[in-house]
T-cell receptor
């Protein structure tokens, strides 16, 4: 149980285009999902907290107009990288926290590698 | 600001050697502590976690970690490593007051067969 999927797993796009990444909790509901960015040889950086039915909470320094987050249902959150540039190339990972549990354990997706040419 | 420090960026060991990966955090309040592992080409998986109770926590695959509150540490240990333990290991903290996970920079472990 507690499986999180991401789609696509890998995407290559041209500079200036937008890319949408989906995060799904497959066998549980998640009121809260999280989006991270992982740089080579560095830690995961929390970008934003996605809450079902409300606006996402962005971390300091993360442009909300650049990284659009929509949490349309209890099993789906999407991250759209708008007008992508080469510096947006990175590994994006989502996680989901099962609704209704007392613990704050999160389950992670496999990640999406974005390459912007 | 809260932070998590992992002392070793890259560790190379031979099979059957003992392992200890250091982790320290900076926060004076109540914390929940985690170790995650990322095997090559796979997603992050939870190794073990500490919420409360016995500070010596046992996880999957023979790993354990000890929470020492006075030292703000949560070191990961395994008495005898295997080649299949080659992976990247992340220490992480959440604060009781919210759900954000703060990750360390990770330790890349390479086990020689």
């Amino acid at each position: 149980g507690a499986v999180v999927s991401q789609h696509p797993s890998r995407v290559i796009c041209k500079s200036g285009t937008s890319v949408k990444i989906e995060c799904r909790s497959l066998d549980f509901q998640a009121t809260t999902m999280f989006w991270y960015r992982q740089f080579p040889k560095k830690s995961l950086m929390l970008m934003a907290t996605s809450n079902e039915g409300s606006k996402a909470t962005y971390e300091q320094g993360v442009e909300k107009d650049k990284f659009l987050i929509n949490h349309a249902s209890l099993t789906l959150s999407t991250l759209t990288v708008t007008s992508a540039h080469p510096e947006d190339s990175s590994f994006y990972i989502c996680s989901a926290r099962p609704s209704g549990r007392m613990s704050n354990e999160q389950f992670f997706g496999p990640g999406t590698r974005l390459t912007v040419l | 600001a809260q932070s998590v420090s992992q002392h070793n960026h890259h560790v190379i060991l031979s099979e059957a050697a003992s392992l200890e990966l250091g982790c320290n955090y900076s926060y004076g309040g109540t914390v929940n502590l985690f170790w995650y592992v990322q095997y090559p080409g796979q997603h992050l998986q939870l190794l073990l976690k500490y919420f409360s109770g016995d500070p010596l926590v046992k996880g999957i695959k023979g790993f354990e970690a000890e929470f020492i509150k006075s030292k703000f540490s949560f070191n990961l240990r395994k008495p005898s490593v295997q080649w299949s333990d080659t992976a990247e290991y992340f220490c992480a903290v959440t604060l009781n007051r919210d759900d954000k996970i703060i990750f360390g920079k990770g330790t890349r472990l390479h086990i020689l067969p």
